[in-house]
């Protein structure tokens, strides 16, 4: 593996409103989770002299698999054809739970030594393209401390998904305000919620509902 990409890029005192110099790189993938690990694995492996840098807005690596906790989650897809083609999925459950699928996303990252490239609490607020200088200019917000960073690049990849990791989508239902018991957001279940035995309305029948209505009638 080439030694550029393993060279750690200080980006502690760069910051868009002056300083040293903005960190460039050939290549930004904004997104560290199934998608976004499964192009730098590739990148790394047909174009070992490129360097290159993953801008995670959270702090771990996973993205869906990471930021969704609600009982029952699971792959809508099999794993089998979900999963890396370099790195196939072996475990017997082809329609696999939350959990395994985050080990297996963060189990290819540190085999293949990606994590170094990862710059977590990054969320990249907009990027800008200099056809006179043929780069990106990307910049990002630092979520652990609020402060402006930026980076060049040749080659931008956006492998963020369609969510909204900090707002989850929430219809406008007539005097929802006067509802006297607890509404929950799939997206931002709590660690601490108990529902034993006690009167749940889910509202929709997609694949979350479909996965988390059978888990919670354990209960």
Same mark, same amino acid.
């Given at each position: 593996?080439?030694?550029?990409?393993?060279?750690?890029? /200080?980006?502690?005192? $760069?910051?868009?409103?002056?300083?040293?110099?903005?960190?460039?790189? /050939?290549?930004?993938?904004?997104?560290?989770?199934?998608?976004?690990?499964?192009?730098?694995?590739?990148?790394?492996?047909?174009?070992?002299?490129?360097?290159?840098?993953?801008?995670?807005?959270?702090?771990?690596?996973?993205?869906?698999?990471?930021?969704?906790?609600?009982?029952?989650?699971?792959?809508?897809?099999?794993?089998?054809?979900?999963?890396?083609?370099?790195?196939?999925?072996?475990?017997?459950?082809?329609?696999?739970?939350?959990?395994?699928?985050?080990?297996?996303?963060?189990?290819?990252?540190?085999?293949?030594?990606?994590?170094?490239?990862? +710059?977590?609490?990054?969320?990249?607020?907009?990027?800008?393209?200099?056809?006179?200088?043929?780069?990106?200019?990307?910049?990002?917000? +630092?979520?652990?401390?609020?402060?402006?960073?930026?980076?060049?690049?040749?080659?931008?990849?956006?492998?963020?998904?369609?969510?909204?990791?900090?707002? &989850?989508?929430?219809?406008?239902?007539?005097?929802? /305000?006067?509802?006297?018991?607890?509404?929950?957001?799939?997206?931002?279940?709590? $660690?601490?919620?108990?529902?034993? &035995?006690?009167?749940?309305?889910?509202?929709?029948?997609?694949?979350?509902?479909?996965?988390?209505?059978?888990?919670?009638?354990? /209960?």
């Amino acid at each position: 593996m080439d030694s550029r990409l393993q060279q750690p890029i /200080d980006t502690e005192i $760069e910051t868009a409103s002056g300083g040293g110099p903005v960190p460039h790189v /050939d290549v930004i993938l904004v997104g560290a989770g199934l998608s976004g690990i499964g192009a730098a694995w590739h990148l790394q492996d047909r174009c070992p002299d490129r360097t290159y840098l993953i801008l995670e807005g959270r702090e771990a690596i996973g993205g869906t698999w990471d930021l969704f906790r609600y009982p029952g989650i699971r792959s809508d897809s099999d794993m089998y054809t979900l999963g890396f083609s370099f790195r196939p999925w072996r475990e017997a459950k082809a329609i696999a739970d939350g959990p395994s699928i985050l080990s297996y996303v963060r189990d290819t990252a540190r085999e293949a030594e990606i994590n170094r490239n990862i +710059r977590f609490r990054h969320h990249v607020k907009r990027a800008d393209w200099s056809s006179a200088e043929a780069r990106w200019t990307v910049e990002a917000e +630092r979520t652990d401390s609020g402060e402006r960073v930026r980076f060049t690049c040749n080659w931008l990849h956006m492998c963020s998904g369609y969510y909204n990791y900090a707002e &989850g989508y929430l219809p406008d239902f007539p005097a929802m /305000d006067s509802f006297q018991g607890r509404l929950i957001h799939p997206q931002f279940w709590p $660690e601490d919620l108990d529902y034993t &035995g006690k009167k749940v309305v889910v509202i929709g029948s997609g694949a979350t509902a479909v996965t988390i209505v059978p888990e919670m009638a354990k /209960d």
